[in-house]
């Protein structure tokens, strides 16, 4: 049973640094992507960012710059460095790594303020 679970939220104040983890179990086949979305309170789920098996990734416009996202292999981990954090990157942020169908995690909460 594939299980991810995110770790590293938390309260920030604006201009700091987080950095979110995701380790992925129950793997048995190579991962293809994996990525990050968020969703802001009575705001759809938009993608963060996401990083491909030979490491290409990209990134929404909001966070680019800011944000980089990283993956291990071997240890079938993705991971999200946020720098610069405004109050708008407040939300909870979801995980997910691609098999032959995609798995998420339970999110993790992220709240920018002074």
């Known amino acids: 049973q594939v299980q991810l679970v995110e770790s590293g939220g938390g309260l920030v104040q604006p201009g700091g640094s987080l950095r979110l983890s995701c380790p992925a179990s129950g793997i048995r086949f190579t991962i293809n992507a994996m990525g990050w979305y968020r969703q802001a309170p009575g705001k759809q789920r938009e993608l963060v960012a996401s990083?491909?098996?030979?490491?290409?990734?990209t990134y929404a416009v909001s966070v680019r710059g800011r944000f980089t996202i990283s993956r291990d292999n071997a240890e079938n981990t993705v991971y999200l460095q946020m720098n610069s954090l405004k109050s708008e990157d407040t939300a909870v942020y979801y995980c997910y790594v691609d098999l032959a169908a995609r798995y998420w995690g339970q999110g993790t909460q992220v709240t920018v303020s002074s």
């Open positions: 990083i491909s098996r030979d490491g290409r990734t």
